[in-house]
């Protein structure tokens, strides 16, 4: 008995040194990696490890039979929840996603340089080439800074250059960014009148398929109307919000398209932003950067950050099951994360992009795009699965009419893996995109 006492008073050290360990990670990530931008996001962490330091402390004083007791109990519990983990993690197993080797058994040539090679590569040829940059990799640092300036948040990226944005299919999409660094052809910003402009992440961008094959450029050979994209991969719905107030709102196009992906925008997108000062003064109507007609100062900014950044820049990663994700309680974190969307903020959000588009006479339209997990793993109610009902009430309850595009594209297709690269998770290929953009031409 006397040797259990003393062994559960070891792991009640360890417990403490665990917890103290938590804190210092918490401090490095927020302060350090963060340089403190990411406060709200680190703050329950803070109150965890703190409580964990506190209570451990306590605990070594209490009587031998009570800490055994306290030590037993705990240990149950973390093993309860790594069981749950784990039954959690091979029910959701994701399919085989090297994308190297299945675009070999389906007999399609792979480029697999990374984009900082690809971008070498055409620098090398006398090409001044970028790598695509997004808003939600600069909140780190609060923005590009300039010695004896105010620091700027930019959406798009560097204008006028070749981009080498993403590689899932087998080769990578290279556009050449317009004036603003934005995926359109430069033209479309001297069109008279803007019929349409899309603001949303990656899927909006055209992620990873060649210009004219994304949803803003299905939509314009589909109709032959102007279109103005301003997707950025990383975006969120607070980003998505000052894009409207920065570039839509001298444009006054008549349809505006609120595209919405439902893995990251309120999950963890929303998360992060919310945490910007910066971005959250976007909710005052009359704060801007005037980033429109600071273009210049960006392109040299950018350019000097990037060039500094090296292989930072380099964002997109593939989505792999890696051999941390059960230390990390990846299944629960995400059933958790879905129970905490900031659906007020979100609301508030929607309600000033659909008073500020109204405001010059446009009509802000809601598109709802389905994750591909949605459809291979066992989902028992489609509607409660990442909150799709719920979104698409409160969005319905602003008056902003809809498009769901999975019951307007997916349920009932015969082959939906067919709408994605390889038939793997990411985003859509250009088959897909071109059903999106017809469900959002019919909706229209």
């Given at each position: 008995m006397i040797k259990y006492f003393q062994f559960s008073k070891k792991l009640v050290w360890l417990f403490l040194a665990a917890s103290t360990f938590l804190l210092l990670?918490?401090?490095?990530?927020?302060e350090i990696t963060w340089h403190g931008t990411q406060g709200e996001k680190y703050f329950k962490y803070y109150i965890i490890s703190l409580t964990g330091v506190l209570f451990w402390s306590l605990v070594l004083w209490f009587k031998d039979e009570i800490r055994s007791n306290i030590v037993m109990a705990t240990i149950s519990f973390v093993a309860g929840i790594y069981l749950v983990e784990i039954i959690l993690n091979f029910a959701n197993v994701p399919?085989?996603?090297?994308?190297?080797?299945?675009?070999?058994?389906?007999?399609?040539?792979?480029d697999a340089r990374s984009k900082l090679q690809v971008v070498r590569d055409f620098r090398d040829q006398g090409v001044d080439a970028f790598p695509s940059v997004n808003a939600a990799f600069l909140l780190k640092t609060g923005g590009l800074h300039?010695?004896?300036?105010?620091?700027?948040?930019?959406?798009?990226?560097?204008?006028?250059?070749?981009?080498?944005?993403?590689?899932?299919?087998?080769?990578?999409?290279?556009?050449?960014?317009?004036?603003?660094?934005?995926?359109n052809p430069d033209s479309e910003w001297d069109q008279e009148q803007i019929e349409w402009l899309l603001t949303g992440d990656s899927f909006t961008h055209g992620a990873c398929v060649q210009l004219g094959n994304g949803i803003a450029g299905?939509?314009?050979?589909?109709?032959?109307?102007?279109?103005?994209?301003?997707?950025?991969?990383?975006?969120?719905?607070?980003?998505?919000?000052?894009i409207l107030k920065e570039y839509a709102e001298s444009l006054r196009p008549k349809k505006v398209l609120w595209i919405y992906y439902e893995f990251n925008d309120l999950r963890s997108d929303l998360?992060?932003?919310?945490?910007?000062?910066?971005?959250?003064q976007y909710l005052r109507n009359e704060f801007s950067q005037d980033l429109i007609h600071q273009q210049k100062e960006i392109d040299s900014r950018y350019s000097k950050y990037i060039?500094?950044?090296?292989?930072?820049?380099?964002?997109?990663?593939?989505?792999?099951?890696?051999?941390?994700?059960?230390?990390?309680?990846?299944?629960?974190?995400?059933?958790?994360?879905?129970?905490?969307?900031?659906?007020?903020?979100?609301?508030?959000?929607l309600t000033k992009a659909r008073d500020r588009t109204a405001e010059w006479g446009g009509q802000l339209h809601f598109v709802?795009?389905?994750?591909?997990?949605?459809?291979?793993?066992?989902?028992?109610?489609?509607?409660?699965?990442?909150?799709?009902?719920?979104?698409?009430?409160?969005?319905?309850?602003?008056?902003?009419?809809?498009?769901?595009?999975?019951?307007?594209?997916?349920?009932?297709h015969s082959d939906s893996l067919s709408l994605f690269p390889l038939r793997i998770i990411g985003h859509f290929n250009a088959k897909g995109y071109g059903e999106v953009a017809r469900a959002i031409v019919a909706g229209n």
């Amino acid at each position: 008995m006397i040797k259990y006492f003393q062994f559960s008073k070891k792991l009640v050290w360890l417990f403490l040194a665990a917890s103290t360990f938590l804190l210092l990670y918490t401090y490095y990530r927020a302060e350090i990696t963060w340089h403190g931008t990411q406060g709200e996001k680190y703050f329950k962490y803070y109150i965890i490890s703190l409580t964990g330091v506190l209570f451990w402390s306590l605990v070594l004083w209490f009587k031998d039979e009570i800490r055994s007791n306290i030590v037993m109990a705990t240990i149950s519990f973390v093993a309860g929840i790594y069981l749950v983990e784990i039954i959690l993690n091979f029910a959701n197993v994701p399919p085989k996603n090297n994308r190297q080797e299945i675009a070999a058994e389906q007999g399609i040539k792979f480029d697999a340089r990374s984009k900082l090679q690809v971008v070498r590569d055409f620098r090398d040829q006398g090409v001044d080439a970028f790598p695509s940059v997004n808003a939600a990799f600069l909140l780190k640092t609060g923005g590009l800074h300039k010695e004896g300036a105010e620091s700027l948040l930019p959406f798009g990226g560097v204008s006028r250059k070749k981009t080498v944005s993403c590689n899932e299919g087998g080769e990578y999409a290279i556009y050449n960014a317009d004036r603003y660094g934005f995926n359109n052809p430069d033209s479309e910003w001297d069109q008279e009148q803007i019929e349409w402009l899309l603001t949303g992440d990656s899927f909006t961008h055209g992620a990873c398929v060649q210009l004219g094959n994304g949803i803003a450029g299905q939509i314009r050979s589909l109709t032959g109307e102007s279109v103005i994209n301003l997707g950025v991969g990383g975006n969120g719905p607070l980003v998505e919000l000052a894009i409207l107030k920065e570039y839509a709102e001298s444009l006054r196009p008549k349809k505006v398209l609120w595209i919405y992906y439902e893995f990251n925008d309120l999950r963890s997108d929303l998360s992060h932003e919310k945490s910007s000062y910066l971005l959250k003064q976007y909710l005052r109507n009359e704060f801007s950067q005037d980033l429109i007609h600071q273009q210049k100062e960006i392109d040299s900014r950018y350019s000097k950050y990037i060039e500094e950044a090296g292989e930072r820049v380099e964002t997109y990663k593939e989505t792999v099951l890696d051999s941390t994700r059960i230390l990390r309680l990846a299944n629960i974190r995400r059933l958790i994360e879905f129970d905490s969307f900031d659906i007020p903020l979100f609301t508030k959000i929607l309600t000033k992009a659909r008073d500020r588009t109204a405001e010059w006479g446009g009509q802000l339209h809601f598109v709802y795009l389905p994750e591909f997990p949605r459809y291979t793993t066992f989902v028992i109610d489609h509607d409660l699965y990442a909150k799709r009902r719920k979104v698409i009430n409160v969005v319905k309850g602003l008056n902003i009419p809809v498009i769901d595009i999975h019951e307007e594209v997916f349920v009932g297709h015969s082959d939906s893996l067919s709408l994605f690269p390889l038939r793997i998770i990411g985003h859509f290929n250009a088959k897909g995109y071109g059903e999106v953009a017809r469900a959002i031409v019919a909706g229209n």
